[in-house]
């Protein structure tokens, strides 16, 4: 079956530092790959997705960036985080019908980051 | 831009109640619907989905949903709730009007639901 692996689990870094979250997925090749965030009150929130290695669309113009060095892996970074960064990072990776529609999405355990 | 609009942003309960969550969506064409719970501490999990046929769908732990196209709503119903339904509960929508939009689930804000025992 399909897992999606996320680390760290928890973390706090300061203002201005920079950051790398990192996602795996097991038991599925070249999946599509989502990273959200999630705020409280606010829903889940599409910062980027890759429908392959290097392919990279983002959704919402920010201090984030994201990237896929390998088929299932997807990497979010920031070379200097901010106080609004702070936030529950999702990854997820979805199936597709056979119009291209998505019929599933299937979430990570999440990154709770804050920056102090 | 495409929206998933959950007005009850926190409904709360007791053990035996009637549910009723509402999403509507706003895009009069064909969507995928879905629903997902996030219990606390735990990964966000798929509920129940809607992309053709009986508009009254069923899903796991005796939750269902109808579609209502003239609506535009997906509302989240379970008769009888149960304490350990204490969650958060999110509908999404994939929106089918773009080869991208197709790619990608619109989150509603999510309800906060308390089952008091």
């Known amino acids: 079956s399909q897992t999606i692996h996320q680390w760290p689990a928890t973390l706090v870094q300061p203002v201005g530092s920079p950051l790398s979250l990192e996602c795996t997925v097991e038991?599925?090749?070249?999946?599509?790959l989502y990273w959200y965030r999630q705020a409280a009150g606010r829903g889940l929130q599409l910062l980027f997705y890759?429908?392959?290695?290097?392919?990279i669309s983002s959704e919402v113009p920010q201090n984030l960036s994201a990237s896929r060095p390998q088929d299932r892996q997807f990497i979010l970074s920031s070379k200097k985080l901010l106080l609004s960064d702070s936030g529950f990072y999702l990854c997820a990776w979805s199936v597709y019908g056979t119009s291209g529609d998505l019929r599933e999405q299937y979430f990570g355990p999440g990154t709770r980051l804050t920056v102090t | 831009a495409q929206s998933v609009s959950q007005h009850n942003h926190h409904v709360i309960l007791s053990e035996a109640a009637s549910l009723e969550l509402g999403c509507n969506y706003s895009y009069g064409g064909t969507v995928n619907l879905f629903w997902y719970v996030q219990y606390p501490g735990q990964h966000l999990q798929l509920l129940l989905k809607y992309f053709s046929g009986d508009p009254l769908v069923k899903g796991i732990k005796g939750f269902e949903a109808e579609f209502i196209k003239s609506k535009f709503s997906f509302n989240l119903r379970k008769p009888s709730v149960q304490w350990s339904d204490t969650a958060e509960y999110f509908c999404a929508v994939n929106y089918l009007i773009s080869s991208g939009s197709a790619r990608q689930l619109t989150f509603g804000s999510g309800t906060q639901l308390t089952v008091l025992p």
């Open positions: 038991g599925t090749s070249n999946p599509n």
């Open positions: 890759s429908v392959g290695i290097g392919q």
